[in-house]
């Protein structure tokens, strides 16, 4: 797993650690029933919710969940670099067990050596992974062993990255409606995006056309987004712009075709780096009672639109998106209750 590009650092959490000559072992009880663990493995979009160390994000995806199927993913570091990583499932029992390989793998699924990415040369081409799942009483024990990673630094990096997923993989059992969940209708060309959060529909409503509120939560962490235009009206346009730390800019822009406080909003948007691509965005704000239930439908021009905008990660940067929102929505409930 190339969670082992981390640094070694103490951790904090429970998981167990035992030692062996060429294996790594962690075992960890997650509050979850182990059908729904076992999901977060075998299933992509459960998969990219939590895989890598934390400030990773995984854009890209593909699960062959049969003995001699492939995986084949890429994570992405907060900076940026993409490392990529494939291998073969060797033994597959529904919701109890997985062994796969592991190896480092280009941007074609070719297998790689670890030095491709500017790491140890210890690290072997091919290694094991076996996770096993136990059930307790509505809860689960996962035990993973990843064999054939050096003694040192190699292994000491790779538990780093292992227990800082598992943090993530704990949170994203954990997280109930909280979380962003995705439909993809390929028949109608629709990408549908819906959470529930934590806040007021009007709280939500203004995060969305305030001008001020929108470079605290859109986009991604490591980038700033600037914005430029915003006339939130029929008729009107806005027009963001988006810096990574290499100081890179992509903007994005778009009309507003309704507006309806604080219930609806219907606007395009378009990625000017690839102009003619234009997407139609409904977004809806259902009051629950204190929270809100946010919904965006995105109706693409053609699948290949839709398929290429889901292979750009944006599923990936949509939920850290979306986490940032919640985070500025409890931030402004907190001020106004001090």
Same mark, same amino acid.
């Given at each position: 797993?190339?969670?082992?590009?981390t640094?070694?650092?103490?951790?904090?959490?429970?998981?167990?650690v035992?030692?062996?000559e060429s294996?790594?072992?962690?075992?960890?009880?997650f509050d979850?029933?182990?059908e729904?663990?076992w999901?977060?493995?075998?299933?992509?979009? !459960?998969?990219?919710?939590?895989?890598?160390?934390?400030?990773?994000?995984?854009?890209?995806?593909t699960?062959d969940?049969?003995?001699?199927?492939?995986?084949r993913?890429?994570?992405?570091?907060?900076?940026?670099?993409d490392?990529?990583?494939t291998?073969?499932?060797?033994?597959?029992?529904?919701?109890?067990?997985?062994?796969?390989t592991?190896?480092?793998?280009?941007p074609k699924?070719?297998?790689?050596?670890a030095?491709?990415?500017?790491?140890?040369?210890e690290?072997?081409l091919?290694?094991?992974?076996?996770v096993?799942?136990?059930?307790?009483?509505?809860?689960?024990?996962?035990?993973?062993?990843?064999?054939?990673?050096p003694a040192?630094?190699?292994?000491e990096?790779?538990? !780093?990255?292992?227990?800082e997923?598992?943090d993530k993989?704990?949170?994203?059992?954990?997280d109930?409606?909280?979380?962003t969940?995705f439909?993809?209708?390929?028949?109608?060309?629709q990408?549908?995006?819906?959470r529930?959060?934590?806040?007021?529909?009007?709280?939500?409503?203004?995060?969305?056309?305030?001008p001020?509120?929108?470079? !605290?939560?859109?986009?991604?962490?490591?980038?700033?987004?600037?914005v430029?235009?915003?006339?939130?009206r029929?008729g009107?346009?806005?027009?963001y712009?988006?810096r990574?730390?290499?100081?890179?800019?992509?903007?994005?822009r778009?009309e507003?075709r309704d507006v309806e406080?604080p219930?609806?909003?219907?606007?395009?948007?378009?990625?000017?780096?690839?102009?003619g691509?234009?997407?139609?965005?409904?977004?809806?704000?259902?009051?629950?009672v204190?929270k809100?239930?946010?919904?965006?439908t995105?109706?693409?021009?053609?699948?290949?639109?839709?398929?290429g905008?889901?292979?750009?990660g944006?599923?990936?940067g949509?939920?850290?998106?979306w986490?940032?929102?919640?985070?500025?929505?409890?931030?402004?409930?907190?001020?106004?209750?001090v």
């Amino acid at each position: 797993m190339p969670s082992r590009t981390t640094k070694p650092r103490k951790t904090t959490k429970q998981a167990k650690v035992i030692r062996k000559e060429s294996e790594l072992v962690l075992a960890r009880v997650f509050d979850a029933p182990r059908e729904r663990v076992w999901k977060a493995w075998t299933e992509p979009e !459960q998969f990219k919710r939590w895989w890598g160390p934390t400030g990773f994000t995984v854009p890209s995806c593909t699960i062959d969940l049969r003995v001699g199927g492939r995986y084949r993913y890429c994570m992405r570091s907060p900076d940026g670099k993409d490392y990529w990583a494939t291998g073969a499932y060797r033994e597959i029992v529904p919701t109890r067990k997985l062994v796969y390989t592991d190896s480092f793998a280009d941007p074609k699924g070719n297998v790689v050596p670890a030095t491709y990415y500017g790491m140890s040369a210890e690290i072997p081409l091919e290694m094991v992974v076996t996770v096993t799942f136990d059930e307790l009483g509505g809860k689960t024990k996962m035990t993973l062993r990843h064999a054939g990673i050096p003694a040192g630094p190699d292994r000491e990096g790779a538990n !780093q990255g292992w227990s800082e997923s598992f943090d993530k993989l704990a949170a994203s059992l954990t997280d109930g409606s909280a979380g962003t969940e995705f439909v993809t209708d390929r028949r109608k060309k629709q990408l549908v995006m819906s959470r529930v959060f934590n806040a007021p529909r009007e709280d939500v409503f203004r995060a969305y056309t305030d001008p001020k509120l929108i470079p !605290q939560w859109w986009g991604l962490r490591s980038q700033t987004t600037t914005v430029e235009a915003m006339d939130v009206r029929k008729g009107g346009r806005w027009r963001y712009v988006c810096r990574d730390p290499s100081g890179t800019e992509y903007a994005f822009r778009g009309e507003y075709r309704d507006v309806e406080p604080p219930e609806r909003i219907v606007s395009t948007f378009e990625f000017e780096g690839m102009p003619g691509h234009v997407v139609l965005e409904t977004a809806t704000f259902d009051d629950l009672v204190g929270k809100t239930k946010l919904t965006v439908t995105s109706q693409f021009e053609s699948v290949e639109d839709l398929e290429g905008m889901l292979q750009s990660g944006m599923e990936s940067g949509a939920r850290e998106t979306w986490d940032r929102l919640e985070e500025l929505l409890g931030r402004e409930g907190a001020e106004r209750r001090v």
